[in-house]
């Protein structure tokens, strides 16, 4: 399997250099160095380069190397709207991925709300997050950015005698211009799953 995801993610880099947008440092955004481009995804250090995606230390990026592939093949040059935030359910085309996204995403969150809680400055600090404020409400809840230009709004509520804990993820307005559909809900996904690889 790692294999053919090596081969979409060549297969991706071949459209993304062939040609090459004059624009794309600017528009992932990035850091150019010839034909390599730095920027931050999914709390790591990412590089593209027409032979491949590394990410931290790793070249064997997986999933996340489609993801970071497809981005850059969609990013363009408009900016992230952040506000209003919205629900997954609620962008066009999103209901065959809505099951999956509240179970991979949310739910897989829900059994480790009170690690989270007491990891989220690491969690922030990591995915270039912040404290949601009055965007969100919840018991907690905070922003985190797994791409340059598509950021999630956690929001938590603590398990009490009447309720069990719940986990509600919400995505910056204009999110999908960045992605098709099914790789935003990835997106989703593999943002929580490193969340739960900073806990204690």
Known sequence: MTDNYQKIVHNNLKKLYNP??????EALPSMREGDCFLFEAFGKQCRIRPEGISLGNSGKTGVLGILISLYA????????????????????????YTGAFATHTEGI???????????????????QGREAGNLAGGDFSFLVR???KISLCYIFYRPDEEFSASVTCLYSSNAPTFLPMDALADVGEYTSRTILALLD
């Not at 093949?73 to 065959?96: C, I, V, Y």
């Not at 969150?109 to 995915?127: D, F, G, S, Y």
Request: aromatic share 4%; no cysteine; glycine share 2%.
């Open 109 to 127: 969150l829900i059994p480790q709300v009170t690690k989270i809680e007491k990891a989220q400055n690491r969690i922030m600090e990591t995915l």
């Open 20 to 25: 090459l947008s004059a624009d794309l440092a």
């Open 73 to 96: 093949l969609h990013a363009g040059p408009q900016l992230q709207m952040l506000e209003p935030l919205k629900s997954f359910r609620d962008f066009p085309n999103a209901t065959p």
């Open 146 to 148: 797994p791409l340059p």
